[in-house]
């Protein structure tokens, strides 16, 4: 059994049982604890488990949901380059779907003042108040107002999103673990961000490089739902490979 293999099966493992023992685990593959402690060491890594004596412990995942506010100065200057970067595949007249993160609104901004004649579709209250006066054609979701996300959910904000078919479907997410999915934390918006992607042409997927090898709540796509995936800066060769071998455009700076 390769290596992938063993960590994919030892993750199964951990979401049904919460734990494993390294002992068990070497039995179960016919190979040293030594090998196994060094799987349990990229699990640990990818923000997957949390090794303990003996073995490891399924990760508590990231389930914190921050204001808009706190979001927006958090890897300011990397969500601009991932903007930038970003710029290349949007043309002018393209329909957008954007959800509420600040990575998103970032690029739109750029968007909005280097292309022409675009139409946003967002829930986001931030974006289409900042562009209200940006003389392209805006769509509000409407939907029930969250005080601290400035964002719109709800029925109402779903329906209006599968009114629509777009060309692109601009989204953030709050981690990416290769074997936990691309993932966030606010279940209501998750389900936005889901529509969104069904109803658009192509995937755009906005992720500054603190969000690799990590974990969150909710597990929103895999990678082979996706298109591209914009970052500041190139991640690991490992994952340049995980990526390519599932079909992702990865479009990125230099590493770091």
């Known amino acids: 059994m390769k290596a992938e293999q063993r960590r994919e099966w030892i993750v199964n493992e951990l979401y049904r049982n919460k734990k494993v023992q390294v002992s068990a685990l070497a039995q179960q593959f016919g190979v ?151 993932c966030d934390s606010n279940e209501a918006e998750s389900e936005l961000k889901l529509l969104m992607r069904r109803q658009a042409n192509k995937t755009i997927l906005l992720a500054d490089h603190s969000k690799f090898d990590r974990l969150a709540f909710i597990r929103l796509f895999d990678f082979g739902d996706i298109d591209f995936v914009v970052t500041d800066r190139q991640p690991t060769d490992e994952w340049m490979e995980f990526l390519r071998k599932r079909g992702v455009t990865l479009v990125c700076g230099e590493p770091s």
């Open 32 to 182: 040293s604890e030594e090998t196994v402690r060094r799987d349990l060491d990229k699990l640990e890594k990818e923000g997957v488990a949390q090794k303990n004596y003996g073995g490891a412990v399924l990760s508590a995942p990231t389930n914190r949901d921050p204001s808009y506010a706190s979001r927006h100065d958090l890897n300011l200057e990397a969500k601009r380059i991932i903007a930038g970067y970003a710029l290349g595949l949007i043309h002018d007249g393209d329909s957008l779907m954007a959800d509420t993160s600040s990575t998103a609104f970032e690029a739109l901004r750029m968007l909005a003042e280097r292309r022409d004649n675009l139409t946003l579709i967002t829930n986001s209250l931030v974006a289409l108040s900042a562009f209200q006066q940006s003389g392209h054609r805006l769509i509000g979701t409407g939907g029930t107002l969250g005080a601290s996300t400035s964002s719109f959910v709800g029925p109402d904000a779903a329906r209006t999103i599968e009114r629509y078919n777009a060309d692109v479907a601009l989204l953030g997410c709050k981690a990416l673990s290769m074997h936990g999915g691309i």
